[in-house]
């Protein structure tokens, strides 16, 4: 069984503070977020597939992530043409609020893209940092199945090797259908993540901790490194586990 730790926050990507103190986020808080729970636990034991080898081998690897607020968004194209510009409209947020959620779509221009056809944006919630201590294991960020039915998005996906490149992984989404609403009720399941390790028969389980000192400023330089340079940090995202120091008084730097 190899452990995986997580630690859900509703920020993350650079912001010291947050960084450094995520046990502050609200969504640290067991009343206010969802434990990520297996796909195979969650599913009807009457579908017909629910026996079948090939299904549950994946969806016992493969864990559903909630949202923890409600989210809704509508588009309003009538400036396009003249400004270029699409409003997106949230009845659910104050102004504050929905500047801090929506900030990661509007601080990047190519995040969010001024096209009738395709909307991409990127939120700050939920996020949730991933990491463990077991060697060589990659995390995988899915659409769920149902998101794009039930919610109208479809998640930016992605993989990167979680032992020797903790961090957070983000919320991002394509509108899948631009004249509909983009609408998330608290505990709609939104994405998925799953686990990889040599061996495809290895079980995971999650287990939510603090991040240690150490970590965090791990993270930090993480984040700071992909700022700085997208290429360098694409090295360590994708390559194989730092090496374990030799150091006989290495414990003496570590939280």
């Not at 003249?82 to 409003?87: I, K, L, P, Q």
């Not at 929905?98 to 909307?119: I, Q």
């Not at 794009?148 to 259908?177: C, K, M, Q, T």
Request: with cysteine.
């Amino acid at each position: 069984m190899k452990t995986i730790y997580y630690y859900p926050s509703e920020e993350g990507f650079g912001n010291n503070d947050q960084v450094m103190h995520p046990e502050e986020s609200v969504l640290a808080d067991d009343r206010f977020s969802f434990a990520p729970e297996t796909q195979i636990s969650e599913t009807d034991k009457n579908f017909a597939f629910f026996e079948c080898p090939a299904w549950s081998h994946k969806a016992k690897r493969t864990f559903t992530i909630k949202s923890p607020i409600d989210i809704k968004f509508t588009f309003d194209f009538s400036k396009l043409n003249s400004t270029g510009e699409v409003f997106i409209n949230n009845p659910h947020l104050s102004g504050d609020s929905y500047d801090a959620l929506t900030e990661p779509t509007f601080s990047n221009p190519n995040w969010f893209l001024k096209n009738p056809n395709r909307l991409t944006m990127q939120l700050t919630v939920p996020r949730i940092l991933f990491w463990t201590k077991e060697k060589d294991i990659w995390i995988e960020q899915r659409s769920h199945p149902e998101a794009s039915a039930r919610n109208n998005i479809v998640l930016v996906g992605g993989w990167f090797n979680v032992s020797a490149w903790p961090r957070h992984i983000s919320f991002a989404y394509n509108v899948f259908d631009v004249d509909r609403s983009v609408n998330i009720k608290r505990g709609d399941p939104i994405y998925q993540v799953c686990f990889h390790s040599k061996d495809q028969n290895d079980k995971f389980k999650l287990v939510k901790k603090a991040p240690p000192k150490d970590l965090k400023i791990k993270v930090k330089r993480n984040v700071s490194l992909k700022n700085l340079s997208p290429n360098l940090s694409s090295q360590f995202m994708f390559g194989q586990q730092e090496k374990e120091s030799k150091c006989p008084f290495s414990f003496l730097w570590k939280d």
